[in-house]
T-cell receptor, first 113, second 117 residues
Framework: LAKTTQPISMDSYEGQEVNITCSHN???????ITWYQQFPSQGPRFIIQ???TKVTNEVASLFIPADRKSSTLSLPRVSLSDTAVYYC??????????????FGTGTQLKVEL | GAVVSQHPSRVICKSGTSVKIECRSL??????MFWYRQFPKQSLMLMAT?????????EQGVEKDKFLINHASLTLSTLTVTSAHPEDSSFYIC?????????????FGSGTQLSVL
């Protein structure tokens, strides 16, 4: 299983760009990288997914270097409502190598005024 | 995105009773669903993998007779906590794997807060 390592917590202010990096040194060829956001007492919410290079959607960007051993979630101009725990997951579901999408510790992002 | 409905959102029960939690994929068929539990300020811990039409696969340390999983249809999986005790109090979350080839995505229910008195 590809293990992920993220910072436990990060602090930011409204309007700033936040970059959260995840390390996944033993990522497999078939693995995708997926980020989720979780608010207290709610289930995680899908944010973005990528395989290599850069992916952008309406809420975030995901940067993946060529070696794919890490990835960075970029949240532009955060607001108070972005205060949440962010999880980086690596895997290919249950197909292919049979990897399971296992949650690491996550990063608690706190956004202040 | 795909929608996964989980019910109930909160349940309080007496010790010794059984509690059933439902997880439904509303707009896609999910051959595979997962059940997690989460303690305060901790990450999600995978309990079991639920496969439609077959027995669930439990993670090490999870009692299969305690946490009964049924995945009778492509849109419904249930988790029954049998003879619940206060130590079973936790936040339970289900997820469903939306089909999409190699880059399948997990979509999560809103969770169930179980409190056992």
């Amino acid at each position: 299983l590809a293990k992920t390592t993220q910072p436990i917590s990060m602090d930011s202010y409204e309007g700033q760009e936040v970059n959260i990096t995840c390390s996944h040194n033993n990522i497999a060829t078939n693995d995708y990288i997926t980020w989720y956001q979780q608010f207290p007492s709610q289930g995680p919410r899908f944010i973005i997914q990528g395989y290599k290079t850069k992916v952008t959607n309406e809420v975030a960007s995901l940067f993946i270097p060529a070696d794919r051993k890490s990835s960075t979630l970029s949240l532009p101009r955060v607001s108070l409502s972005d205060t949440a725990v962010y999880y980086c997951l690596v895997g290919d579901g249950i197909t292919g190598g049979g990897n399971k999408l296992t949650f690491g510790t996550g990063t608690q992002l706190k956004v202040e005024l | 995105g795909a929608v996964v409905s989980q019910h109930p959102s909160r349940v309080i029960c007496k010790s010794g009773t059984s509690v059933k939690i439902e997880c439904r994929s509303l707009d896609f068929q999910a051959t595979t669903m997962f059940w997690y539990r989460q303690f305060p300020k901790q990450s999600l811990m995978l309990m079991a993998t639920s496969n439609e039409g077959s027995k669930a696969t439990y993670e090490q340390g999870v009692e299969k007779d305690k946490f009964l999983i049924n995945h009778a249809s492509l849109t419904l999986s249930t988790l029954t906590v049998t003879s619940a005790h206060p130590e079973d109090s936790s936040f339970y979350i289900c997820s469903a794997l939306a089909p999409g080839g190699r880059n399948e995505k997990l979509f999560f229910g809103s969770g169930t807060q179980l409190s056992v008195l």
